[in-house]
């Protein structure tokens, strides 16, 4: 499933609005759920959806050093300018949803992201 198609069936909100199509467009290779941004950073993988409730731009920077396909923003957690600015500097799409993560994440699992 491609980001944009993710994004798609889900409903959520795209909050950077200058990303590439190539970004837009790129494979999801898996998900990933937690607010610790170290626990990211040891554990999500290249092409993984990152959901969590962080919106501050250190998201941004951990999202890009991983090389992750997408970060979901889930439960209207508030996200920050420098975090949307930092994000479409280095093409990672970010997206929000008023959904608690655990409901997303269930709604990811039923379209089998994650699943090989």
Not at 5 to 18: A, G
Not at 83 to 93: E, Q, R, S, Y
Request: with cysteine; glycine share 10%; proline share 3%.
């Amino acid at each position: 499933m491609k980001v944009k198609e993710l994004l798609d069936v889900l409903n959520l909100k795209l909050l950077t609005k200058d990303v590439s199509e190539d970004a837009l467009y790129a494979e999801v290779e898996g998900g990933y759920a937690s607010d610790l941004l170290s626990n990211a950073m040891g554990q999500a993988q290249p092409g993984m959806v990152w959901v969590t409730m962080q919106g501050h731009q250190n998201v941004a920077a951990v999202a890009s050093l991983i090389g992750l396909s997408c970060v979901i923003v889930a439960g209207d957690g508030p996200v920050a300018e420098e975090t949307l600015h930092k994000a479409n500097m280095n093409d990672i799409v970010v997206a929000a949803t008023d959904e608690p993560a655990f409901e997303l994440i269930g709604k990811m699992y039923a379209l089998g992201v994650g699943k090989k």
